[in-house]
């Protein structure tokens, strides 16, 4: 079983549809969360950012941790075309060397 | 400034050049970090500096050789390079190494002739 498991999609929605990402890990230790969304040929840019467990909101999305669950979600709401992106989730745990542990990333694409 | 920045941009070398790839952040991070991005695949960690020291290198063949000049910037130097090593090649920096945000610069496109 790998650490992180990430469905790649892709995904195709119509613009304005709310968009459900999602991750599984095994790694009871990650503490910190993070979505980073990542255009065609750009680096990945860091949309949100997570502590433990429980929802954090920024704009159109809102990002849940369930630690009990080992589960996490970015909801998108309002989808936008240009919200078409590769969404990555990475997580790493409490200690100074953790390494950040990335999903393979869902492809999204939205449709105006 | 809030930004990592990369150059170049887009690179093409032979196998027996020699050349560099840069990155640069003013945020006052202590940690820097190189990556291997190839299409459709997440990034691959390939070495951290923490505090202007080499931390972690993730088995990297020595045709690869990091260099941290300074706090600021980050160096890696590629010497006989083969066609599998063209990929997406990204700098990040975090706060710390005990901090958990990476922010990633653009990287650069390296094309492996």
């Known amino acids: 079983q790998k650490e992180v498991e990430q469905d790649p999609g892709p995904l195709s929605v119509p613009e304005g549809a709310i968009v459900s990402l999602n991750c599984t890990y095994s790694n009871s230790a990650f503490q910190y969360f993070m979505w980073y969304r990542q255009y065609s040929r750009k680096g990945p840019e860091l949309l949100m950012y997570?502590?433990?467990?429980g929802n954090k909101e920024d704009g159109r999305f809102t990002a849940q941790v369930d630690k009990s669950s080992k589960y996490i979600s970015l909801f998108i709401r309002d989808s936008q075309p240009s919200d078409s992106a590769t969404y990555l989730c990475?997580?790493?745990?409490?200690?100074?060397?953790?390494?950040?542990?990335f999903g393979k990333g869902t492809k999204l694409t939205v449709n105006p | 400034d809030t930004e990592v920045t990369q150059t170049p941009k887009h690179l093409v070398m032979g196998m027996t050049n020699k050349k560099s790839l840069k990155c640069e952040q003013h945020m006052g991070h202590r940690a820097m970090y190189w990556y291997k991005q190839k299409a459709k695949k997440p990034p691959e960690l390939m070495f951290v500096y923490s505090y202007e020291k080499l931390s972690i290198n993730e088995s990297v063949p020595s045709r690869f050789s990091p260099e941290c000049p300074n706090s600021s910037l980050l160096n890696l130097h590629l010497h006989a390079l083969q066609p599998e090593d063209s990929a997406l090649y990204l700098c990040?920096?975090?706060?710390?190494?005990?901090?958990?945000?990476?922010?990633f610069g653009p990287g650069t496109r390296l094309t492996v002739l």
């Open positions: 990475a997580m790493r745990g409490q200690g100074g060397s953790e390494k950040l542990v």
């Open positions: 990040a920096s975090s706060p710390g190494t005990a901090t958990d945000t990476q922010y």
């Open positions: 997570t502590y433990s467990s």
